[in-house]
């Protein structure tokens, strides 16, 4: 069909084409010679003037006048300027003739013409020249009139007969070429009616071809119109329906005539009245712009069918007039679309009665990421809420800082080789502070390359701290078992050592009483008192090791001050005997929670030792409180400790020196105190004879926060 048209139209443009193109060359190529009285005008067939052309100049008037005069003139003067008027006549005549020839088409009808007129001019200008003129200024007036008479006249008459044949000449010319042009004008027009009449045929012809064609194709689109499933309504500018197409009445039981002139609006349910005319309002303000609106439209049984309507304004084009409104049925749809807005919601409802969080996950090729499905614990969960995570998962936002490195690796992994992902990580969130988290999920490859989780997040926190704490306590066990086989053995092996001392002179003693010699009885007597009371003391310290933690005043604000003032004043007698100065260097200040007698006992012991063991010079005493804690150094400038015994020095029964004075257990008493508080206790010292410092760093105490409570 299209291949015919264009057939159709390439002949029509063809012959249109063709008709232009000949009048064009034929009123460029076809010209007219008329004749117009002594004139020649040279005319195209379209009667637009191409030249305007003189006869040859004429000269025999006023050169045979001039003649005349000069031939007359009595004053030799007079004679003079005739004969410089005829010499300005005859210049006159030579330039018009080339002016004239110039004018011409070429031809020989124009050498003809001007030749025969030339030659005859030049007789009389020779005769003039060369006869009457010299004989005029010779004063030989008899001979000038002769050669005016005699030779001037006949000559002039010769170059009139001359010009006159020319012109006829040319006037035969001119009417053979006006009935061979009239002729061609004829032919020429005869083929321009022709060539019309092809165009306004072949015109025609497509005229009615297309009416046929727009008339069939209006046909089809009719029984597509009318077969169609949508319906289409045709309305006016107050919504009235100028025409229905029959899927109407399939769609709501009008036949279509019998909606006609009614309003749509009427047939709209009032719930969505205001949605229709809005939709209809704003097409009216916009043209050719398509405005959709879903309505229930009353069906003629008073039951209501869901519709989509679109509606486009089309007033303004000609062959429409009318809005156009196409009408679908989308109950089906919408009924089906409200089921499954049930079972969302039952899934929503149930799911979020799950505690943690049930999700659909999914990761798009180009990066982007989002919670298709997230039941509403994913905001306490990952502090993402579901509608947020519908557009974008940002859960990374709250992820530890820490487990973030191995949660994207877990993720990236699952992913990889779609295995179900397993991951335990720390969140960081505002409102809950840090939770640990456990997410499982199963993952699938989607088609378009994306991938998606299917799981459920859970707080593993008390899990999780319940695991720290058994891990704790675990190592907690472990070390006080190793430190209770050291207690054990070390407490056996130094308790015996007494005991033996005792069992050995008690033996000796019993041989001396029976063998009567008690000379040595009472240094033994004093040794195995020395031992019972070295055994003694050992067990005084390690009754007093045991009860800390145990046994014990309440756990008070301490002003670390008047501890320290009671500890020094305990030692200050001892000091003054082995003459070391006690010195505190600056304001040791403070507050530190705790057992008072405890901390009194902590610095008496190692004021003791710095007394001990500092070599009779000075025992300093300084502090510093920062940043929440509290430490303090008691130095001395005595034996010094070697690095590798300073943590020895620490434990029970621990003495560098056997010989030296004291159990060994007060530095042990020391570091269960100072922990049991919090603290840390450690020895700085440089080596032997450099002495030591000992630093005790305790947790301050906010007396502030206290007083608040
Ligand atoms: P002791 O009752 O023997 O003093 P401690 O537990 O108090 O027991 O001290 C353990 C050991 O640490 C001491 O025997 C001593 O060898 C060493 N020591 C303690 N204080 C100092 C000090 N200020 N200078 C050098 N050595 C010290």
Request: net charge negative.
């Amino acid at each position: 069909m299209a291949t015919t048209e264009a057939r159709l139209l390439f002949l029509t443009g063809f012959v249109f084409v063709a008709t232009i193109g000949y009048g064009t060359y034929t009123a460029h190529t076809l010209s007219v010679v008329k004749v117009n009285g002594p004139y020649y005008q040279r005319i195209d067939a379209n009667n637009r003037l191409l030249a305007d052309v003189m006869p040859p100049p004429l000269c025999a008037i006023e050169v045979y006048l001039c003649a005349h005069l000069m031939t007359r003139a009595t004053v030799p003067d007079d004679r003079e300027r005739q004969i410089d008027q005829y010499g300005r006549l005859k210049a006159n005549y030579f330039e018009s003739l080339e002016h004239w020839k110039g004018t011409l088409e070429d031809g020989p009808l124009k050498v003809q013409v001007a030749e025969t007129s030339r030659e005859s001019a030049l007789a009389i200008f020779d005769a003039v020249d060369q006869k009457l003129i010299p004989a005029l200024r010779r004063g030989d007036r008899a001979t000038a009139i002769r050669v005016l008479e005699i030779e001037l006249d006949p000559l002039f008459a010769a170059h009139r007969a001359a010009v006159d044949r020319a012109v006829a000449l040319a006037i035969d010319t001119a009417h053979a070429d006006e009935t061979e042009v009239a002729h061609l004008v004829d032919t020429r027009q005869r083929v321009q009616l022709g060539l019309t009449g092809a165009f306004l045929a072949s015109t025609t012809a497509l005229a009615l071809w297309v009416a046929v064609a727009v008339r069939r194709r209006a046909t089809q689109f009719r029984a597509m119109i009318e077969n169609s499933s949508e319906a289409v309504a045709l309305l006016d500018r107050s919504a009235a329906a100028l025409y229905h197409s029959a899927a109407v009445e399939h769609m709501l039981g009008y036949r279509p005539d019998e909606l006609r002139g009614r309003r749509v609006l009427d047939l709209v349910h009032p719930d969505d009245a205001g949605a229709a005319s809005g939709a209809l309002g704003a097409a009216l303000r916009s043209p050719r712009q398509a405005f959709r609106v879903e309505a229930r439209l009353r069906h003629r049984d008073d039951t209501y069918r869901w519709a989509e309507l679109v509606c486009t304004n089309q007033l303004d084009d000609p062959s429409v007039r009318a809005i156009v409104a196409n009408v679908r049925d989308v109950t089906a749809r919408r009924a089906a679309e409200a089921r499954l807005r049930e079972r969302d919601e039952l899934l929503q409802k149930l799911t979020d009665q799950v505690p943690g969080a049930l999700y659909q996950y999914r990761e798009c090729p180009d990066g982007h990421r989002y919670f298709p499905f997230a039941s509403v614990g994913l905001r306490a969960m990952l502090g993402v809420a579901p509608e947020e995570g519908r557009e974008s998962a940002d859960w990374g936002r709250y992820v530890h800082p820490g487990d973030h490195g191995a949660v994207r690796a877990a993720v990236e992994q699952s992913a990889a080789a779609l295995t179900t992902l397993h991951v335990e990580y720390r969140v960081v969130l505002p409102d809950q502070g840090v939770r640990w988290r456990e997410s499982r999920a199963v993952p699938e490859a989607l088609p378009d390359g994306s991938t998606q989780w299917h799981g459920y997040l859970t707080d593993v926190t008390e899990r999780k701290e319940w695991e720290v704490r058994q891990g704790n306590l675990v190592r907690e066990l472990e070390r006080r078992n190793a430190e209770m086989e050291q207690f054990t053995y070390t407490v056996s092996h130094d308790l015996k050592s007494p005991l033996v001392t005792i069992k050995g002179f008690a033996g000796v003693l019993g041989q001396s009483l029976a063998v009567g010699e008690l000379g040595g009885a009472v240094g033994d007597l004093l040794r195995i008192t020395t031992a019972a009371d070295r055994m003694m003391a050992l067990l005084d310290d390690l009754l007093d090791l045991s009860r800390v933690g145990r046994v014990g005043g309440p756990l008070v604000p301490v002003v670390l001050s008047e501890v320290l003032g009671e500890a020094l004043e305990r030692v200050s007698g001892p000091a003054r005997a082995a003459g070391v100065l006690l010195r505190v260097s600056g304001s040791v200040c403070g507050v530190v929670l705790g057992d008072r007698g405890r901390l009194v006992e902590v610095f008496q012991n190692v004021l003791e030792n710095g007394v001990k063991y500092g070599g009779g010079g000075v025992v300093e005493v300084s502090g510093v409180v920062a940043s929440g804690r509290v430490v303090v150094s008691v130095r001395d400038w005595g034996i010094g400790i070697e690095p590798r015994h300073r943590e020895r020095i620490f434990g029970l029964f621990e003495k560098l020196d056997p010989k030296s004075p004291g159990t060994g257990v007060g530095l042990a008493l020391v570091k269960k105190v100072v922990e049991f508080h919090g603290g840390r206790v450690w020895v700085e010292s440089a080596g032997p004879g450099t002495g030591s410092a000992f630093v005790i760093d305790l947790p301050g105490h906010d007396t502030h926060t206290e007083q608040q409570h």
